[in-house]
């Protein structure tokens, strides 16, 4: 069944939603924070919320699933010491998913600008701590539990953020250096990704050709800016790229919570 939106979407929309997610993944591989980008820009685009979830969820399925296969193919990931966070986190975001799925689109209309924003201030102040590389201690299973559960609901539900906050909440709570926690996020967010666009598809909220042309780009831009030499460029480039996806998501807000254009 086509989805109404695919059928009224333009050429040049379409073209710089694609520009925009070849953006993301670009700075997302340079100084991270990328995939911030997605969700207000298919909202400014005039995307009801639901499909914007989903359709994002579809374009982050793309990058996830190649970073996280390219960790688990240098040894990076093993996936049996982490079953039970990647079972966890499979059951959250199907949890969240649902529950977005089902909220009124107004409050998602008015949740979804606050959340990016809140995540936004997250990553441009936060700095990520420094865990020593610590391979003879086992990963403890009773945390994975709840952390996936937790991280799982919430990228289920909305999702900005996820990555950054698996890496920082693994690096805290478990023996590992910060390349192989950065490889449990990759993980995690691909399962809790491909759950929850699982949902959405079922509940008819993915616009197709979009979401898999901005997969697409953002894959292309993801490659570039990893084989892109910027010395220093990090530090500048991430906090102005936060500073307009908050000056971005403050305008969303104050079309959503106060009616002005």
């Known amino acids: 069944m086509p989805f109404p939106f695919e059928l009224a979407v333009d050429p040049l929309t379409l073209a710089i939603l694609a520009g925009v997610a070849f953006l993301a993944g670009f700075i997302d591989a340079i100084a991270g924070g990328g995939g911030l980008l997605t969700i207000p820009a298919l909202l400014t685009a005039g995307l009801p919320p639901h499909l914007v979830l989903g359709t994002n969820k579809l374009c982050a399925t793309f990058g996830s699933a190649t970073a996280s296969y390219t960790f688990y193919k240098r040894k990076l990931f093993d996936p049996k010491e982490w079953r039970f966070a990647l079972l966890a986190t499979l059951i959250g975001a199907l949890l969240g998913a649902s529950v977005a799925h089902w909220l009124p689109a107004a409050w998602l209309n008015q949740m979804l600008p606050v959340v990016v924003f809140g995540c936004g201030l997250y990553l441009l102040f936060s700095r990520t701590p420094v865990a020593p590389r610590i391979t003879d201690q086992p990963i403890a299973k009773g945390r994975q539990w709840p952390h996936g559960l937790g991280l799982g609901f919430y990228d289920?539900?909305?999702?900005?953020?996820?990555?950054?906050?698996?890496?920082?909440?693994?690096?805290?709570?478990?023996?590992?250096?910060?390349?192989?926690?950065?490889?449990?996020?990759?993980?995690?967010?691909?399962?809790?990704?491909?759950?929850?666009?699982?949902?959405?598809?079922?509940?008819?909220?993915?616009?197709?050709a979009l979401g898999i042309s901005m997969g697409v780009a953002l894959m292309a831009g993801a490659f570039l800016g990893a084989h892109t030499a910027i010395h220093g460029g990090a530090k500048f480039i991430r906090p102005v790229f936060i500073l307009v996806v908050l000056a971005l998501t403050v305008r969303l807000a104050w079309q959503h919570w106060f009616g002005m254009a």
């Open 156 to 208: 289920g539900v909305a999702g900005p953020g996820t990555g950054a906050f698996w890496t920082v909440s693994s690096l805290l709570l478990y023996p590992l250096d910060l390349l192989r926690a950065s490889g449990v996020a990759r993980s995690m967010n691909f399962v809790s990704n491909a759950a929850a666009l699982a949902v959405f598809i079922i509940g008819g909220q993915v616009a197709w």
